[in-house]
């Protein structure tokens, strides 16, 4: 067993565990009249309704006695700190200084770096301006009109999914367009509707040789020549974020068009940094940095709130609760908000790439889940689909529903029948339906007693569904900043719970590198094969078909 397994803390929980197996929410709340009041807590404009868990008051606590135990503010302590936190790959784990509004330096092996922060934070505000004034032109004098983002993982995710998500504040006058996956049939139907005079390509790579966001580039730059460009304007059109500067410069890119990047800041992190940029010009600059503003927020209420009121606290421990001692393997993200749509991908990488992971900080392999599959989709929609396995699937999936209440573009009754929907979905999740109720709805329905009995059947619910509810007024800049900062922290708490590293992802890595050998052999068709059989076959086939 390991330390966690063996703790004292973590039998606890398991006895919890096995006395609550008889009892229902439904009677948890019958017994309570006080405990939604009790079970809900609000930060930074985002209030969380929690009572819909499998809790009571003894499981809380010891949940929260867990938390100590794992030195929880400890570790949290240590990373706004600057300290080496990813012990693997021997970095810092800074991206909170991106948002930091204090006057409080963060150091970095003794050096302050929030004068870079600063000046990079400047040097965007100022590119943004031009391109919004029209200062910036194209090598025909052209004003922009058209960004093109390339990157991957969290150089996609992140500024894609925030600039959709708060669409009602996009900038006039500026489109921005997202490419990532290296199917050429992305890029050329991106580059088939643009002017190159007009258009702005903006490629993120901290190496400058991530083999996907490299193609996708290389491809624009090929586009961009044929089309009546020169090498020479490539200056004009071409911008990167890149700690690659030798690189960049190479490709032609100018080196005032270079956005700095930093190794203590993670991919999946990384859309507090340049790599937002993308988001600054959809959005405007100030609209950006209010994003900075609710994210410094939420840093802010997870370093001083106690335990007991911190939001990304119960969040990460009510997911370890049911990961741990329920046997859920999988959370769903349900936002009841067409502009959140791709929410739940962001937070699916945030989450899955932070604690899918096998070993703990002192090198046991792990005897417990260390993280679910992140999943999700917008309401009303799941509720067509997937929502059937939630309501009757018998493996646990908790839930988290999001509602802003107050939507722009939307007369009643549109919205008030999408809040019905969500609070009705996360109240049959908890109550169920008995075979006894379902029954009654049979009655005078024409069916015998026996036939209204099989189909009761089928149609009981056993309810005691685990979710939380999160309201906000609305989803401006500064709650979307705080609410990825909640979801940042909370897989940060899981981590610290499961003493895993959070911050590094060699599965990624290794997928990588075996990529890059397979490519080889792909490109080289007299190179001999000596890969599996299996993948010798598929390579292959790729040979004679190409």
Not at 289 to 303: I, P, R, V
Not at 395 to 408: E, G
């Given at each position: 067993m390991t330390l966690l397994s063996a703790s004292a803390a973590w039998d606890n929980l398991q006895s919890l565990a096995k006395q609550l197996d008889s009892q229902h929410m439904r009677d948890l709340f019958a017994a309570d009249n006080q405990r939604a009041d009790k079970y809900?807590?609000?930060?930074?404009?985002?209030?969380?309704?929690?009572?819909?868990?499998?809790?009571?008051?003894?499981?809380?606590?010891?949940?929260?006695?867990?938390?100590?135990?794992q030195n929880i503010t400890q570790k949290r302590d240590a990373m706004f700190a600057g300290e080496i936190i990813n012990f693997t790959e021997q970095r810092a784990v800074l991206h909170t200084a991106l948002r930091n509004f204090s006057d409080k330096p963060v150091l970095v092996d003794g050096q302050d770096v929030m004068p870079e922060v600063n000046a990079c934070q400047q040097k965007m505000k100022e590119l943004v301006h031009k391109v919004h004034s029209g200062e910036h032109k194209g090598y025909t004098g052209k004003a922009i009109t058209d960004v093109v983002a390339i990157g991957i993982g969290g150089s996609f995710l992140g500024p894609k999914i925030m600039s959709e998500s708060l669409k009602p504040y996009w900038h006039k006058g500026i489109k921005v367009h997202f490419v990532a996956n290296v199917d050429g049939c992305h890029i050329a139907d991106v580059l088939a509707e643009r002017d190159i005079e007009t258009t702005l390509i903006l490629m993120s790579s901290k190496s400058f040789t991530t083999q996907e966001t490299l193609q996708n580039t290389l491809t624009a730059k090929d586009w961009f020549l044929k089309q009546g460009g020169t090498q020479q304007d490539i200056a004009l059109h071409?911008?990167?974020?890149?700690?690659?500067?030798?690189?960049?410069?190479?490709?032609?890119?100018?080196?005032?068009n270079i956005f700095p990047m930093w190794d203590w800041v993670g991919g999946r992190y990384s859309l507090w940094s340049a790599i937002g940029l993308p988001i600054a010009l959809a959005l405007g600059y100030d609209n950006y940095?209010?994003?900075?503003?609710?994210?410094?927020?939420?840093?802010?209420?997870?370093?001083?709130?106690?335990?007991?009121q911190n939001l990304p606290v119960i969040l990460g421990l009510l997911g370890v609760w049911y990961i741990n001692f329920f046997g859920a393997q999988s959370h769903v993200l349900l936002p009841y908000y067409h502009y959140m749509r791709g929410f739940p991908a962001y937070i699916q990488q945030l989450d899955m790439e932070s604690n899918g992971k096998s070993a703990t900080a002192t090198d046991e392999l792990v005897d417990y889940a260390t993280g679910?599959?992140?999943?999700?989709?917008?309401?009303?929609?799941?509720?067509?689909?997937?929502?059937?396995?939630?309501?009757?699937?018998?493996?646990?999936?908790?839930?988290?529903?999001?509602?802003?209440?107050?939507?722009?573009?939307?007369?009643?009754?549109?919205?008030?029948?999408?809040?019905?929907?969500?609070?009705?979905?996360s109240q049959a999740l908890m109550e169920g339906k008995t075979h006894e109720q379902a029954l009654a709805e049979l009655a005078g329905k024409g069916l015998s007693e026996d036939a209204a009995k099989v189909l009761a059947t089928h149609k009981a619910m056993e309810g005691n569904k685990p979710s939380n509810t999160m309201l906000f007024d609305q989803l401006d800049p500064f709650t979307l900043g705080a609410l990825v900062a909640l979801y940042e922290h909370k897989v940060f708490v899981q981590g610290a719970i499961w003493d895993i590293n959070s911050f590094d992802q060699w599965g990624v890595e290794l997928g990588k590198v075996m990529g890059n050998q397979i490519l080889d052999k792909l490109q080289d068709k007299a190179a001999h094969c000596e890969f599996d059989s299996s993948t010798n076959q598929l390579v292959e086939r790729f040979r004679k078909a190409n």
């Open positions: 809900s807590t609000e930060a930074c404009g985002i209030f969380v309704d929690y009572s819909k868990n499998r809790i009571n008051d003894a499981v809380m606590q010891g949940l929260f006695d867990l938390a100590r135990q071409f911008m990167a974020v890149s700690s690659n500067i030798k690189a960049a410069t190479e490709f032609g890119i100018a080196e005032e940095q209010a994003m900075l503003k609710g994210a410094y927020a939420m840093d802010e209420h997870f370093t001083t709130a106690p335990l007991e679910p599959v992140i999943w999700g989709s917008e309401g009303t929609n799941g509720q067509h689909s997937f929502h059937q396995l939630i309501h009757q699937g018998q493996v646990p999936i908790p839930a988290d529903f999001m509602l802003p209440l107050n939507v722009p573009n939307s007369a009643d009754p549109h919205h008030a029948m999408l809040a019905s929907n969500c609070f009705a979905q």
